[in-house]
């Protein structure tokens, strides 16, 4: 695979009718807010196993003056959704009415996002190629048809339509099956007539709250009603050449910016090496702890991310705590979660940092039987308990893995990047913007190149320090040496997570990448 390029604009998106979505929507006169808001619907219907719009969503934008900003589509937990409700659970279920327990927020982040005065195409033009590929179908990839048959057995049996929609004929859908769903069409087709508040406070909201209600999901019509948008500003930290903006809690997008600022005060001569490697594995653990102890619902707690990201000292503190040479002995709890991100930038200098999920493949497997929606499992993610970090409360959002990442450089480009993973989103964009940023790589073989992963992601227990094939031999003997848990997992592999990137250069040129180890694609116009 090659770096894409173009002149006046560019998507990048883990399908490729997705990007191309996209893309045509900047070919006719649509801005890098509206080629997104696209590519998300085209996802919620070919990528249906990572994302939907029973799910919620992230932004991250920069303005063509220079501004930053932020949108937050996430759902709390619904008002019946307390601890009476799961008495006798040691846990949230993961799967099941019990599990889709947030008010799915996506299309509020739809909604704020196209609020801006650039955005001047109607929702007609915007879903149109969403609701053909729903209505008329499209080809299950390789990749899709191996979740289906994986998750299957736990998901043919839950309540609501799964079963009739992705296994017609008895069987999960195989590779190059068409899937259909022309119940998602005719909910695209009335977002498009009726607004994208009919989602929440129209027809379609009383639609879904009764679905909700018959499947035995605590989410109702008024939690539907009450939802609302935030915008909290992106959290920035600067680092050598560049300012780096994430994502604010309740998402990791502060893990996110504390790795790269650590490993910006590390040696580190060549890419992929040990110094490379280790130094990043080993930052990961410090934002990890401090993500573990303080991120989610911030009404829920007073700890100031962006002090302490604004604080040099503390953070060459943090990093002197990072021993050179040796591993700090893991593991902590790690979070799972899959997930789509994709990213858009158009030739008056908006670029479009994006991400959005329904948490597990099939998220809690509740499908809609009326409006063909995929409902979140977010929730599944609260804690039991009366108190403490992420404890169940109606109202209060969960913690979030999903952070759309930015990059600002001092000589002009503009970079957005990101990837699903769970666990793995912080340390996969370390890598590749390490890789492209620090040390001067093309920006698909930053993506390309073999990665790492500290933890688990789609539902894998082992927490070892995993490592693709492809690194220099004698880099495997030397991170045990240093007392990393390796453990090899052969060639390239989706529990890498689906990456994607695209830089805005200073002459106003594009370039774009996605991951072989999605089915993505990147257009350039």
């Known amino acids: ?280 594995v080993e930052a990961t653990k410090q934002a990890f702890l401090l993500r573990d102890a303080h991120v989610g619902d911030p009404a829920y707690t007073d700890y100031d991310f962006q002090f302490l990201l604004d604080d040099t000292q503390a953070l060459n503190s943090l990093a002197r705590r990072i021993d050179p040479a040796k591993a700090l002995p893991w593991p902590q709890p790690s979070q799972w979660g899959d997930t789509c991100w994709f990213g858009a930038a158009d030739d008056a200098g908006r670029v479009v940092s994006c991400i959005q999920s329904t948490y597990f493949e099939f998220g809690s497997g509740l499908v809609l039987p009326r409006t063909g929606i995929t409902w979140q499992n977010r929730g599944s993610s609260f804690r039991l308990a009366k108190d403490g970090w992420n404890a169940l409360k109606p109202g209060r959002k969960p913690f979030h893995t999903l952070n759309p990442a930015l990059a600002v450089f001092e000589d002009g480009r503009v970079m957005a990047y990101g990837t699903m993973g769970g666990e793995g989103q912080p340390q996969t964009q370390a890598a590749l913007f390490s890789r492209y940023a620090r040390f001067g790589a093309d920006l698909q073989e930053a993506i390309s190149a073999p990665r790492w992963l500290l933890g688990r992601t789609w539902g894998e227990q082992s927490t070892t320090l995993k490592l693709e094939d492809g690194f220099d031999k004698a880099l495997y003997a030397q991170l045990a040496e240093a007392g990393h848990d390796v453990e090899r997992v052969g060639p390239l592999t989706a529990t890498m997570g689906h990456a994607g990137a695209m830089v805005r250069l200073a002459d106003g040129s594009f370039e774009g990448a996605t991951d072989p180890r999605s089915d993505g694609g990147v257009a350039g116009w």
């Open 1 to 280: 695979m090659k770096t894409v390029t173009g002149n006046n604009g560019i998507v990048t998106a883990p399908h490729h009718l997705a990007a191309q979505v996209g893309c045509d929507v900047l070919k006719d006169g649509g801005t890098a807010v509206e080629a997104c808001v696209a590519v998300a619907a085209a996802l919620a219907v070919v990528y249906p196993h990572m994302t939907g719009i029973g799910g919620d969503g992230f932004w991250v934008i920069r303005e063509p003056d220079g501004r930053v900003h932020g949108i937050h589509g996430c759902g709390g937990a619904a008002r019946k959704a307390d601890l009476a409700l799961y008495e006798g659970l040691e846990a949230v279920p993961y799967r099941g009415p019990l599990a889709a327990n947030t008010v799915a927020g996506t299309i509020s982040g739809w909604q704020a996002a196209l609020a801006d005065e650039s955005c001047k195409l109607p929702l007609e033009r915007l879903l149109r190629d969403a609701i053909r590929y729903a209505q008329e179908g499209v080809a299950v990839t390789a990749g899709g048809a191996g979740i289906a048959s994986a998750k299957g057995g736990e998901l043919r049996g839950q309540p609501g339509a799964y079963a009739a929609i992705f296994e017609p004929e008895g069987r999960p859908l195989a590779e190059g099956d068409v899937l259909r769903q022309p119940h998602l069409a005719e909910t695209l087709r009335k977002l498009a007539a009726n607004g994208l508040d009919d989602f929440y406070r129209g027809e379609l909201a009383a639609l879904i709250g009764a679905d909700l209600e018959a499947l035995g999901s605590p989410v109702s019509h008024e939690d539907l009603t009450a939802h609302q948008p935030s915008r909290p500003a992106p959290l920035h930290v600067p680092i050598t050449g560049a300012r780096l903006y994430n994502s604010a809690p309740p998402t990791q997008g502060f893990a996110s910016l504390l790795i790269l600022a650590l490993f910006d005060r590390l040696a580190a001569d060549a890419p992929e090496g040990f110094d490379h490697v280790h130094g990043l």
